[in-house]
Structure formats: C-alpha cells, structure tokens
C-alpha cells in the first residue's frame, strides 16, 4: 500500500525513541508531579518532527540506499514512492512538530525539537554520513537534543539533570549503531560509506565499542551519585541495563566477526535505554510515595 510506504519512510521506530529520550529528560528534571498532557504533547512534537527528519533522511540518502540488500527495498529506491512527496512530507512534518512545541510547550522545548531534527538531516545525513567513520558520534547529538527538548519542559532553564542525561544519549549511539554497521560491514563497504568497521574493521569496532560503553554506563550513574535520582534507577538502569550490554560488548569483543554476537549487541543497547527509562519512572514513583 502507498500509505504504508510513506509510514515506513518516516522511520518511527527510530522516531518513537527519540521521543521516548525526550519524556525521559522530561521526568528526570520535573520537579513536582507530572503533566500526563505535557508528557503527551512532548512525545507527539519530538515524534512528528524526527520522522519528518527520518522522511528526509530517506530521500536524502536514496542512491546508497538502492546500493544496499538491507535498504533496497525502502519507498524510493524501490519505486513505491515518489521522492519530492517524501521531501514535502518530511519538511511538513518537521515544521509541524517544531511549530506544535512552540505553540503548546516552550520556545526552549521547540528549539531543541528543531536543533535534534538539524542534527540528523544536515549535519548527520548531508554533511558526516558520506565523510567520516565519526557520523554517528556526532550525528547522536540528534537523541541529545531530545532529552534537552523534555528537560527544558520541565524546567526552562540550564539545569543538569537534562545535561546528563543528553551525555548519556551522546555515548548510546555510537555503542548502538556500530554494532548494526559490524552486522552490516559488506553492505556500508559495498555502499562505500565509511562506518568504522568498514574503515578500521570488526575487531577496533568491537574494542571501540566496549570504550564507549565503558563512557555510557559512567556517564549513567552520574545521576545516581550526584544524589539526582535514587537506587531505583541506578539498580534498574545503569546496574541491570549495564551488565547485560558489558556482557554482549565483551562477547562481541572475543568474536568481532559474529554477526549474531552484533545484533546481540545491538538489542542488548536497546534494552538499556529500555531500562534506564524504566529507572527514571521507578525513582519519581518512589519519591512520590
């Protein structure tokens, strides 16, 4: 179906954890009870705008994608969709998330909806993707400016929940997408994109990403020891979550070339982020009892 394709372009699984990064800055900075209608609207407006971006990035990234097995049979190298409508459809879709957030939240909130949307399509998917193994260092900057979106509602003001929690986002995604590009090294060669395995090769990626993780779980429990949030989270989040990726990282260190070890450790950064949200949502439950 044509509608299908179009949902597809907007990658809303991606989507649906930005916008679950940004209730995560929200409730670790708010200082009294929820708004289960502003938690509500910040999902919808960082959602909205990151598949507008995700809508972009496909037609942006349209000759590699057709270059690929994994991406060929996305909307546009496929045929199924024409590009300029995926184009309107992105730009509509950002400037409806970006005006939403500026209109029912803050101007602050509506500024970091459009600097992560910025991030992922300018600097990420034109200006890093096609350069340099460090696009998605830099390009997780996009999962960054979420958590700020949640914390500037919360509080619209530079505090340092959000800050942490941005610098856990920032460490996350290296960790995360490089174990995709170790499952997916022919097709990023083949494409001549330059992600780190294709660059460096499977066995500095996996020691590259055992480093980052090592940032990821420090930056993690900074909450925890500035006495920001309690044991809920630091148990449930950087302790549970932690362990299980370490475990995985260690795995796909001893056997880089794995592919199954890879996707193993690609859920396993999945699950953490699952689990720090969880944390977060059982510190705020308990200090509310």
């Given amino acids: ?58 037609f942006l990234d349209r000759d590699l994608d057709a270059l690929m097995p994994r991406t060929a049979r996305r909307p546009i190298p496929s045929g199924r969709v024409r590009g300029w409508r995926v184009v309107a459809l992105g730009v509509g879709l950002v400037a409806a998330g970006v005006g939403l957030a500026l209109w029912r939240l803050h101007p602050l909130v509506g500024l970091h909806v459009f600097l992560g949307a910025f991030t992922y399509v300018v600097v990420y998917t034109i200006w890093l993707k096609r350069r340099t193994w460090l696009n998605v260092v830099i390009g997780g900057l996009a999962g960054s400016f979420a958590v700020m979106a949640g914390g500037s509602l919360a509080r619209p003001e530079l505090c340092l929940p959000p800050v942490l929690f941005a610098a856990v986002l920032f460490f996350w995604s290296p960790s995360h997408f490089w174990s995709l590009a170790i499952a997916y090294k022919q097709d990023y060669a083949g494409a001549r994109i330059p992600m780190l395995p294709a660059v460096k090769g499977e066995a500095q990626t996996a020691r590259s990403i055992l480093l980052n993780t090592v940032g990821l779980l420090a930056s993690s429990l900074l909450p925890g020891a500035l006495g920001i949030l309690g044991w809920a989270y630091v148990l449930i989040g950087p302790a549970l979550g932690g362990s299980l990726l370490l475990v995985r990282n260690l795995q796909l260190v001893a056997h880089p070339s794995d592919r199954r070890l890879a996707f193993a450790n690609f859920h396993a950064s999945n699950l953490f982020l699952l689990l720090l949200f969880l944390g977060v949502v059982a510190d705020l439950v308990l200090r509310r009892l």
Avoid: D, W
Avoid at 3 to 23: D, H, N, P, Q, T
Avoid at 33 to 43: C, I, K
């Fill in 1 to 58: 179906m044509v509608i299908g394709a179009y949902v597809e372009s907007l990658k809303l699984r991606v989507g649906s954890f930005i916008g679950m990064a940004a209730v995560l800055g929200y409730l670790a900075t708010v200082p009294a009870t929820p708004s289960l209608t502003a938690l509500g609207l910040l999902f919808l407006t960082t959602v909205l705008a990151a598949g507008g971006a995700g809508a972009l990035n496909h």
